[in-house]
């Protein structure tokens, strides 16, 4: 078991991330397992966190199956290859889209309150997840962030299959893993304590965060409702 918690795998991470403590690097936490290990990256850098809220488009026959992804800044990615092998007409198509995008906003403003997305533009982009199994998540997080401008996009994630990280490979500039192994089962067997992060930490790790890189205090904002919640992994 090779990390302790999240917060003792962004510490370790971040040790392997000190090169790029002057490169004026945003960090950017996939919600919401990856912003306790991204807080902890940004913490050593002296960088600015966010998290990266994407959204899958299923097919609507088969949610599961993406047939493309949105990010905000009204970053949309589609893959015309699903589309054309499953018939998805534009109109069912823009009514997945709709309705995704209406999530993706409401879960963006649960987590930053009152804050604005973090211009990436031109940037070295640190995206941070707690753990890469298939990496599709990851996959689209590091083309919303290179479709928002990002200069340089680097992944980093305490544990990756390699078949996962050579995937990725098309989507970013540099990788930083720490555990590779060919055998995996789950993230969570990478970790002695992987109880689920919930919104309401992500939103406080976002506020120390924000003031911690402004130097202003901000009042501390009541926690998400208990139906606010959203349940679904860190990362697939």
Request: one cysteine or more.
């Amino acid at each position: 078991m090779p990390f302790e918690n999240r917060k003792d795998a962004g510490r370790r991470l971040a040790r392997q991330l000190s090169h790029l403590r002057a490169a004026n690097a945003v960090v950017l936490g996939l919600p919401r397992g990856g912003v306790p290990v991204a807080f902890e990256i940004a913490q050593a850098l002296h960088a600015p966190l966010d998290v990266i809220v994407v959204r899958k488009l299923g097919v609507p026959f088969h949610p599961e199956l993406g047939m493309g992804a949105i990010g905000e800044g009204n970053v949309r990615i589609i893959n015309d290859e699903v589309l054309w092998k499953t018939g998805v007409s534009a109109k069912e198509l823009a009514e997945v889209e709709q309705r995704e995008r209406v999530e993706l906003d409401r879960r963006a403003q649960l987590f930053r309150v009152d804050r604005p997305r973090l211009d990436v533009a031109g940037r070295t982009v640190i995206v941070v997840d707690d753990g890469i199994a298939t990496g599709s998540t990851a996959h689209v997080a590091c083309r919303v962030a290179r479709e928002q401008g990002a200069a340089h996009v680097v992944l980093a994630t305490p544990v990756a299959p390699p078949h996962a990280l050579e995937r990725l490979e098309e989507v970013t500039d540099e990788q930083v893993c720490l555990e590779t192994p060919g055998w995996f089962m789950a993230i969570g067997q990478w970790y002695r304590d992987f109880t689920q992060t919930s919104d309401a930490e992500v939103v406080e790790l976002l506020r120390q965060a924000n003031q911690a890189t402004t130097g202003s205090a901000e009042p501390t904002t009541n926690p998400p409702r208990p139906d606010d919640h959203v349940q679904h992994p860190s990362s697939t």
